[in-house]
């Protein structure tokens, strides 16, 4: 990789590599941009294949929190860190105090949270080398209930626009990974009386789905087949791809998944499709929404939650508008607002 030519491309302020053999630490802490804040985003731990898959994560991770975090009228820049190495064998209290080393040498122009394969607990480690850490227990903490409340209003919005109603008693929602917070979506749209289409890797999230919210069960490789209304990618990334768009059988792809689509091209193959699609750093912003709130100093409550999440419907109505108006898809409109918000004008 060419990383200075990536790094131009993507518009990167900084990419810090952590490196310390004692505590078997290989970590990037990758910076986009801090023109509206400090560079928020979480620490992903990962068993990359390569150490390039891992530089790529946290680039295409800390640009994603730039356009995210703008979305949610955030006072915080974008960025992201990646600790490579096994989450289920490789976690030591030593790991992640080394980590808080190297983010608090940033003097606060990075703050980290927990993310895929990190948890408040691990997070704890972090704050005992540095103040420039949220998501804590006690705290914010997990934020993804949150962020599948955000998912929630996200569904609202697009049935709303694509089929005059918010109310999604019998609307049939298809969702892809019963993890934090897909199991948390699951249960608001099961309360809502919405039927519910599950798949996960796991049997027991499956089982789990089916005695408590009446959930038909698939295998994974089925999820993209099923007829429904709402397809909900809450597991992977570019679940969106040429072995997929056109198996769906839906009008709505709305979930919590980062990077849904695998590339630009497959937002205009689900536009030509006529799928909506929820662009995934807008419908998935309540986590971010929540740890901005410990961030700020804001006294943490459900009420502040719950007002600042209204922030995802209205973006989404704004994005779909756009790009109807201008005959563009949904992630290119989501882009441009979000931009037209971060970037330095002149
Ligand atoms: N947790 C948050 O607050 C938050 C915020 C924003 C975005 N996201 C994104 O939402 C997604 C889910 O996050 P999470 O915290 O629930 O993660 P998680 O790891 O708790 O859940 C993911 C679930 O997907 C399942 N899964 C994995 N591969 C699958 C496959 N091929 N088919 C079906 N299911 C599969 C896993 O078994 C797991 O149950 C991720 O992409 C994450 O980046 C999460």
């Not at 491309?9 to 509206?36: P, R, S």
């Not at 609307?171 to 798949?199: C, D, F, N, P, R």
């Not at 536009?271 to 943490?300: F, H, R, T, W």
């Not at 419907?313 to 201008?326: D, H, W």
């Amino acid at each position: 990789m060419e990383l200075f030519k990536v790094l131009d491309q993507m518009e990167h302020e900084e990419v810090v590599f952590c490196n310390d053999k004692e505590a078997g630490l290989k970590a990037i802490i990758a910076i986009h941009n801090t023109n509206l804040g400090p560079a928020l985003g979480g620490c992903r731990m990962w068993k990359y294949a390569t150490e390039e898959d891992a530089i790529r994560d946290a680039l295409r991770l800390s640009r994603g929190m730039t356009y995210k975090n703008a979305m949610m009228e955030l006072p915080l820049g974008g960025g992201k860190s990646v600790i490579i190495g096994d989450p289920r064998k490789e976690k030591s209290e030593k790991l992640f105090r080394a980590f808080g080393k190297f983010v608090n040498s940033l003097g606060g122009k990075y703050i980290t949270a927990e993310d895929v394969g990190t948890s408040p607990e691990d997070m704890k480690y972090v704050a005992q080398e540095t103040s420039y850490v949220a998501g804590l227990d006690g705290k914010s903490g997990d934020p993804s209930p949150i962020t599948a409340k955000g998912v929630f209003l996200g569904i609202k919005a697009c049935t709303d626009w694509v089929f005059g109603q918010t109310d999604l008693k019998g609307m049939v929602v298809a969702i892809q990974g019963l993890g934090h917070v897909g199991m948390s979506l699951a249960k608001l749209l099961y309360e809502a009386g919405a039927e519910l289409i599950v798949t996960d890797i796991y049997e027991d999230r499956i089982r789990e789905a089916e005695r408590e919210f009446n959930a038909k069960v698939v295998n994974p490789d089925e999820i993209y087949d099923v007829k429904c209304d709402v397809f909900s990618p809450c597991a992977l990334g570019a679940v969106i791809n040429e072995n997929t768009v056109d198996r769906l059988n839906c009008k709505i792809v709305a979930g919590a998944a980062n990077n849904q689509l695998k590339d630009e091209s497959f937002a205009e193959r689900l536009a030509e499709k006529d799928i909506l699609y929820a662009p995934d750093y807008v419908i998935n912003g309540g986590g971010v929404i929540n740890v901005s709130i410990e961030v700020s100093g804001i006294p943490y409550s459900m009420e502040v939650v719950e007002q600042k999440l209204q922030i995802i419907p209205k973006r989404l109505r704004e994005v779909f508008t756009m790009a109807k108006e201008k005959g563009i898809t949904t992630a290119k409109a989501a882009d441009i607002i979000a931009e037209s918000k971060f970037k330095k004008k002149g």
